[in-house]
């Protein structure tokens, strides 16, 4: 099975700040990597496909990069709503699998 | 609009049986493939299981191999997750999604393997 890390587990930033999240494949899984982002009691919300693909209705300051075995989530200034936490899966290959998660919190 | 409803969490004891539902509405439920995912309390996403939108493929992760199967009933618009052998590490919220990526979950159904 693919295995997803991400970094960091979690982080602690401030309203307007950059922020970045990696996650890293333990083999080549070409672009086919999903971001997730799941709020407490809530399911969780598609972000972005095919490893930059914007999902319909989701803030442009969310983006996403990478190929092969390492991508980045980004959002470039951070709002009140983007505390969450963050997910990346793989749908490269069966088994799918997801990172482990990385929580957004407020500083 | 796209609504995924699951239903049939309960409290079993181990070893027992469960089935979940997930009933579907606003899409065309036979022209996607479906996922099961789970998230144990205060843990991260465990993808399950999948089957694709003809039935024909269906996959599971190693930890409900043998134990759980999927289905789905295109004129019902419903898929299914059968769960036997149930155990304690299976207690977790269920979610069912919505294609290949999945772009719609429903709201979960908490299943809870205690005695």
Redesign the interface.
């Known amino acids: 099975?693919i295995q997803l890390t991400q970094s960091p587990s979690s982080l602690s930033a401030s309203v307007g700040d950059r922020v970045t999240i990696t996650c890293r494949a333990s083999q080549g899984i070409n672009s086919a990597l999903?971001w997730?982002q799941?709020k407490p009691g809530k399911?969780?919300?598609?972000l972005i496909?095919?490893a930059s693909n914007l999902?319909s209705g989701v803030p442009s300051r969310l983006s996403g990069s990478g190929f092969g075995t390492d991508f980045t989530l980004t959002i470039s200034s951070l709002q009140p709503e983007d505390f969450a936490t963050y997910?990346c899966?793989q749908?490269y290959s069966?088994?799918?699998?997801?990172?482990?998660?990385t929580t957004v919190d407020i500083q | 609009e796209v609504q995924l409803v699951e239903s049939g969490g309960l409290l079993v004891q181990p070893g027992g049986s469960l089935r979940l539902s997930c009933a579907a509405s606003g899409f065309t439920f036979s022209s996607y493939s479906m996922n099961w995912v789970r998230q144990a309390p205060g843990k991260g996403l465990e993808w399950i299981s999948y089957i694709s939108s003809t039935a024909d493929s269906m996959n599971y992760a190693d930890s409900v191999k043998g134990r759980f199967t999927i289905s789905r009933d295109d004129a019902k618009n419903s898929v299914y997750l059968q769960m036997n052998s149930l155990r304690a590490e299976d207690t977790a919220v269920y979610y069912c999604a919505k294609g290949g990526v999945s772009d719609y979950w429903g709201q979960g159904t908490l299943v809870t393997v205690s005695s």
């Open positions: 099975a999903a997730y799941q399911a969780p919300k598609l496909y095919h999902e997910y899966q749908y069966f088994p799918r699998t997801f990172g482990p998660g």
